[in-house]
């Protein structure tokens, strides 16, 4: 193995890795983990990628510590301050979801980063307001990671995924991304979309992991439910890894979700919205979420915006699934504009820079550190 790399991934849970890797495209260099299976994950996904484990008990001598302690910079997606304590390399702090409601105490854990690489301007702007009083160092509005491995559209890759999927490439495709416990609709309404939704649709659900593979018994038992109402429709797939999310955002005519990440990043393709709201999850309910959090009443007011984006479903006093579907794909070009305003809001420009953007903004860090240490005392 090569010591002395410029640029070191650390991660020890899957989640952030996908958003590394991006960074890891540019600019090379080693991922350590202090995790077997998130390391065998990497293996088998990024089988180019050069991989370190990082032993706690045995740290000094393995070799994810000495990849670290020899790093000009180490880049994750975390905040291990006590890890991260040990080593001199700069220090940088990427996003791994949308951080809708960013909160104070969040941020207060990531004031030992250099770097701070935000998403866009709705991050920017929450941090701006505790900058100073949190002693926060250097940020870079990036843009969103996940964009760069996010599938370039057309009608052909459309089709020939739908077909490999066992969908009807003459369909269009209405897909369901729910949030997981405590606050996502997955038992109140899985079951329900699958009676309800036209068969003149593709549909496509994609449970949240602790939903979906779970040993919980309840959702056991939903998951069965739904799974056996899935065989008998046509045209239905219960996806819990067939696919990656991008490749969903992008085949994806109708997005339902509960007002989640999957529906801020799904609008990368400007895809017309469905909003499930129930007793769990709310406007009212996000309301008083951020009030117990202390998000501020104008930023918790601009995520709520989202749900201007499209039409909504609420449990409480809507019936029918199916004309919902249809008003919300029948309404999409009328929120179009609300749509593009939102996006720009939260991630800025649509494009696929941000890991060539984090690569650049941590080697004038670095540079500008190398300066600051040759000067003359």
């Known amino acids: ?49 050069e991989l370190a484990r990082y032993r706690s008990w045995f740290k000094q001598y393995s070799v994810g510590f000495k990849a670290m302690k020899s790093a ?46 935000t998403i866009g301007p709705r991050m920017r702007k929450t941090i701006d307001r505790y900058r100073n009083e949190l002693q926060l160092k250097q940020i870079v509005e990036s843009g969103y990671l996940p964009f760069g491995s996010f599938p370039k559209k057309s009608e052909a890759l459309t089709q020939s995924s739908l077909t490999r999927l066992g969908l009807s490439p003459g369909k269009k495709t209405v897909t369901y991304m729910p949030w997981g416990k405590p606050h996502g609709s997955w038992l109140q309404m899985a079951e329900k979309i699958v009676r309800e939704t036209p068969c003149d649709f593709n549909l496509i659900l994609r449970p949240h992991p602790s939903q979906g593979l779970t040993a919980r018994r309840e959702d056991v038992a939903s998951f069965k439910r739904v799974s056996a109402l899935c065989a008998k429709r046509p045209h239905t797939l219960l996806d819990i890894n067939a696919c990656s999310l991008s490749q969903l955002f992008s085949l994806a005519d109708l997005m339902v979700t509960d007002g989640t990440s999957p529906a801020e990043e799904s609008l990368y393709y400007d895809v017309p919205q469905l909003f499930i709201q129930t007793p769990l999850w709310s406007e009212d309910v996000i309301r008083a979420h951020a009030e117990k959090n202390h998000i501020p009443e104008d930023e918790a007011g601009e995520y709520l915006d989202l749900f201007k984006c499209g039409t909504s479903f609420d449990t409480r006093r809507d019936a029918d699934f199916g004309r919902a579907i249809h008003a919300a794909i029948e309404s999409g070009t009328s929120f179009q504009a609300r749509r593009q305003a939102y996006f720009s809001w939260v991630f800025g420009p649509r494009d696929r820079q941000a890991g060539a953007c984090v690569q650049q903004a941590v080697l004038n860090l670095i540079n500008s550190s190398n300066t600051m240490t040759s000067l003359p005392r």
Not at 18 to 32: D, I, N, S
Not at 95 to 103: A, I, K, N, R, V
């Open 1 to 49: 193995m090569t010591m002395n790399q410029p640029f070191v991934y650390f991660s020890k849970m899957f989640q952030a890795v996908p958003q590394l890797m991006e960074v890891h495209k540019f600019a090379g260099g080693v991922f350590v983990s202090n995790r077997r299976s998130t390391l065998d994950a990497v293996h088998k996904l990024y089988p180019n990628v």
């Open 72 to 117: 000009s910079a180490i880049i994750t997606g975390a905040p291990t301050p006590l890890l991260l304590s040990e080593f001199s390399a700069v220090k940088a702090m990427v996003f791994h979801g949308t951080y809708m409601l960013l909160s104070k105490s969040t941020l207060q854990q990531l004031d030992h980063f250099d770097l701070l690489c």
